[in-house]
């Protein structure tokens, strides 16, 4: 693993000891680290986009005063990724009994089986070094997830190797009590059953855990984080009420607020390059002004009145989509023989049919609703271009292309035209370079692929404000009369 660096020295009880270790309990050991990160000006939880004024501020509060959480969000909002982020402010390696089930410091022992282990060893007694990478816990709820298989239950193989029924040491324990000493997180909680629930009402509190009619308590030391969809959209469970009290801290999460936001999230988690080992096809090139469609297609689908607004529309939407995008842009590229894939308007389409599933649409149920669905989103698709264009060129002088079409020609364009066949058919434009300039393009590095990308925008443009016309035919889009 990258960025890791090799475990302390210590190998025995005796020697760690010595070195000056002590036991610091998990929820004292990210308070230490994240006011540490606070006092020096660092990101706490570097990736999370977008939360930074909102709801890091109430994580941060969480973790200082030591309260376990849960976050409320539709889907899409990062919850997961914020969860599994939180092992960042963990210490990077910490010390356990060589062969614990629960992670046991050497210095605080908890089991039967460890205090057993140090009487008879001593300061010989092994210690291991776990990274915090191993320290974190995960369980989707679901039906069929029992008290076993979060708690523990008894283990017949170890009743069968001679052990009596009342041996604490005859229990398996579950992914709770494995994750001692780290963090566990329980996605879609509302999902888990109420009596499953309720088994989690002493790790909230009493912080042990009760296994059947075992005399067991062990005093268990992680952070609890769960997240969860709002339940007037599930319907399909709730948090009953004991656990939620139990909870120190409820956070609600929540889309991107900002469009730079939205985009930074979209350069972020999108993979558009896949190693295909081919260099001409192996690193497409998404410009700038799409990402931006892109952003603004999903703003609009989140706020039209045709989607079912209890559903949100997931982040993965538009990452999804751009990444599509950069396919059909790799495809073409093999198809025709292109240098360098670079995605173009003409590549924009491919996006609906392939998202239409990760909307919810309201009031879904006719034999028509497929058609009016995919209508709904081409023309909101539309929209986002425009208001790309709008932002991004509006006041540049485009009469130049224009008057490429005023004795008749046309420009006829498709997901398999080359750049260059694009380019051929369209001559010298006019205002070129200040064109790429809006569209971010630097300055001397400029490709005819990347012409194509933002002539053809340019072109989708002026069609979209009425001062070109366009006829499409399937993949066949003709600019002009």
């Given at each position: ?11 025995t ?169 780290g ?35 062990l005093?268990l ?65 998404v ?67 392939a ?52 004795s ?37 590095e ?17 069609w ?9 035919d ?8």
């Amino acid at each position: 693993m990258s960025g890791v660096t090799e475990s302390p020295a210590p190998t025995t009880l005796g020697e760690l000891r010595d070195s000056g270790a002590t036991h610091v309990g998990v929820k004292a050991e990210l308070r230490a680290n994240l006011l540490a990160r606070l006092a020096a000006g660092e990101p706490t939880l570097p990736g999370i986009v977008g939360f930074e004024d909102t709801v890091l501020p109430e994580v941060e509060r969480a973790l200082i005063a030591g309260h376990d959480l849960v976050l409320l969000g539709e889907r899409g909002q990062g919850k997961t990724r914020l969860i599994r982020t939180l092992v960042g402010l963990l210490d990077e390696w910490t010390p356990v009994l060589v062969g614990s089930e629960l992670n046991e410091h050497p210095l605080a022992p908890v089991s039967v089986w460890a205090h057993r282990q140090i009487a008879e060893h001593g300061d010989a007694t092994p210690v291991g070094w776990l990274h915090r990478s191993d320290r974190f816990g995960e369980k989707l709820a679901t039906p069929d997830t029992s008290v076993g298989d979060l708690i523990g239950d008894v283990d017949p193989i170890k009743v069968a190797e001679g052990r009596t029924l009342g041996d604490p040491e005859t229990v398996h324990y579950g992914l709770v009590p494995r994750t001692n000493r780290g963090i566990f997180s329980i996605n879609e909680l509302p999902d888990l059953a109420e009596r499953i629930q309720v088994a989690l009402l002493n790790v909230l509190e009493e912080r042990d855990i009760q296994i059947r009619g075992y005399r067991v308590r062990l005093p268990l030391d992680l952070l609890l984080v769960a997240s969860a969809n709002p339940e007037d959209y599930t319907n399909r469970g709730r948090i009953i009420t004991p656990l939620k009290d139990r909870f120190g801290a409820e956070v609600r999460t929540h889309y991107p607020i900002e469009l730079a936001d939205e985009i930074r999230l979209l350069h972020q988690e999108a993979q558009t390059s896949w190693g295909l080992g081919d260099g001409a096809l192996d690193k497409p090139l998404v410009p700038e002004h799409l990402v931006e469609i892109m952003a603004r297609f999903t703003r609009l689908v989140r706020e039209s009145s045709q989607v079912d607004q209890r559903s949100g529309v997931s982040a993965r939407f538009a990452i999804a989509g751009l990444e599509t995008v950069a396919a059909s842009a790799v495809r073409r590229a093999a198809v025709a023989g292109e240098t360098r894939p670079v995605a173009r308007v003409v590549d924009l389409p491919s996006v609906v049919p392939a998202s239409r599933g990760k909307v919810e649409f309201a009031d879904a149920g006719s034999d028509d609703d497929g058609e009016r669905e995919l209508e709904v989103l081409e023309h909101l698709l539309r929209q986002a271009t425009a208001q790309t264009f709008r932002a991004r060129c509006g006041g540049l002088d485009l009469t130049g292309l224009q008057e490429h079409f005023t004795s008749g020609e046309v420009v006829e364009s498709g997901d398999l035209v080359s750049a260059p066949a694009l380019m051929g058919q369209v001559g010298t434009v006019p205002n070129l370079a200040q064109l790429l300039g809006r569209l971010g393009v630097p300055e001397g590095e400029e490709s005819p692929e990347q012409a194509a990308a933002a002539v053809e925008f340019a072109l989708e443009g002026l069609w979209l404000t009425r001062r070109l016309a366009k006829d499409t035919d399937g993949g066949r889009t003709v600019y002009g009369s």
